[in-house]
């Protein structure tokens, strides 16, 4: 038979990711081969990075491919070398510049990334178990959450930063050719960090501006800000001139605001002392101009009556593009309302609220008349309790959540990288907790308290107290460090109520530590100070300026509380070996437990432990007995239901 040409099918070349040219360039640089395996592979999803002579092999094996590649569609010079080193030593010995060389001319052994691949494949260790800790486990599944978040999305995302979120995306809009999908273009790699824009203004983190001017028209273009970041159109800002709104009053005005805004603004300035109350007022104010120029197309003060009952009903349903979920108020994702709307509650505190900002307008005479007057509030459900007592967690469950925030807390010993910052996270958010569920504070409350408020608590009977006029350990301006005896402290709650509260043992020894991280002795006298405070400043232009505007040591601010708690509770429910004990139901509680719930803890565990109800109003700041009773009837309940599944039991 003649012989006949035949084809010779050869495999596909072995691919290769950065992180293999990374590694294989420090192999090349002498650097040991675990240490190689430690900086840029993880063992779990890397076999070959098990051993050092497994990654050996690897990097060897990689060399090799590289070389005959580069034999293949290299310059002859560099082939030249390659094939005169590999006669002198067996195999190529490549420097730093030969492997830029090889790896030059070995374009096909470079794998090309698609939206499939974990994200093991290409990036550092360290980032890719922080971005699956957020359950981004696949790079298509990246680009979906930085779509979905914007600009700021790293924030949610524990310490992977601004510019190390700026280097991720950066790199996915590189390869979104080959992913196929891209990532937004308001998600932006120019600057994550707020900045001065050409013009001389302000630019948000997100790299939008943060005077963002409402776009009328087209929904899909709509860019809505928030009241801090707000602008109008000229004609819609019920300014002086052929602009000024129809309601305007025609006498002296009491106030200097030339138009709605600076109205508006003139109104929440009354509570600027009054953080919480801020917050909401500017929330339902914010919402309703929004309406008002986007919608309506009118001024604020131009609104009358229907358009008034108008609002209302929208409230009921916002518009498709006015809800969204929470994003921060930097974010060009911001909207006003959540997905789920409102409920009737919720819409007729909006109804009070913007009916007294109104009756202010008109009291200072920058309104004619207030048209909210002749709205009536929706209709709600008067209910027997608002108060969502049944968060509470058990006394079983209160228990085991202590325990394992201080065996969380005593990580700082591990030699892992990163673990003695996350256990200062632990000991912080220790500290908070237990001053809600020990002393029965409110979020803004733990948020406000400082040091200088806290003094040492005279028990009867107790050893420490001083006793017949002599001066002892009761006259210290700071508690024994050496003992874990109680304290009290005296706050400025809800209403500007002031009241005395106490603060348990066990707090004073968390807060101990807390201030031990923070480089601050708990117990010098004199010393001052919020008792909770973060240990790092976030690289934004409010964390910034506030840092700047308060000093060194700067408080959290009542949502940073609140997420560091909930983040804290959230990653103790993860780790069933620490609460093994515990039921399903109980699981999903603490999974759903949010700061508030703790105070509810200190009340139900109050009246269980018959604390008088008046000495429990007290130390909560009910302005009723009333609400403190509610905790009385919800002890009860839980009382019977255990004693009917007992006898239910017992007669089976």
Known sequence: MANQPQ?????????????????????????????????YYDPEHSPHAASADAMERYLRTMRDDLVQLALLHGSPVLADHLKASIRQHGSAKLTAVTLRMVGQASTLAAAVPVVTHPVHLWFRPLIAQRLSGEGISTLGALIDYCNARGGSWWRSVPRIGALRARTIVAWLRRHQATLGV????DVDTGSLVPSIGPNGANRGADGGAEDAVIVIGDPAELRLAPFEHLAVPVELSGGNGTSRGLNRATSFAFIRAEHDLAAVHAYLHRYRDRPTTLRAYTRELERLILWSVVVRQKALSSLAVEDCEAYKDFLKAPLPWFTGPKRPRSSSRWRPFAPEGLSPDSQAYAVRVLRAAFAWL??????AGNPWSAVHEPATITRESSMQVHRALPAKLWAHVREALDERCEASGSEAPGAGDDARQWRAARAAILLMGDSGLRRAEATLARREDLRPAEVRG????????????????SPDPGRTTPAIWTIIGKRRKQRTVPVSGATIVALRAHWKDRGWDFDEPGVQGPLIAPQWIPATRTALDRHDAEGDDVPYTIDALGRLVRMAVQ????HTAALANFSAEDLVQLVNTSAHAFRHTFGTRAVARDMPTDVVQAILGHASLQTTSIYVRAERRRMLEAAARYYADDDG
């Open 362 to 367: 008109v009291e200072v005479r920058y309104l």
């Open 571 to 574: 990653r103790l429910s993860a």
């Open 182 to 185: 891209s990532v937004a273009a």
């Open 7 to 39: 084809q010779l099918t050869l495999p596909p070349p072995r691919t290769y990711t950065r992180t293999d040219f990374t590694a294989l360039r420090a192999f090349v640089q002498r650097l040991p081969a675990t240490t190689i395996a430690r900086l």
């Open 462 to 477: 107790d050893p420490g107290s001083s006793r017949g006029g002599s001066s002892g350990p009761a006259q210290r301006t």
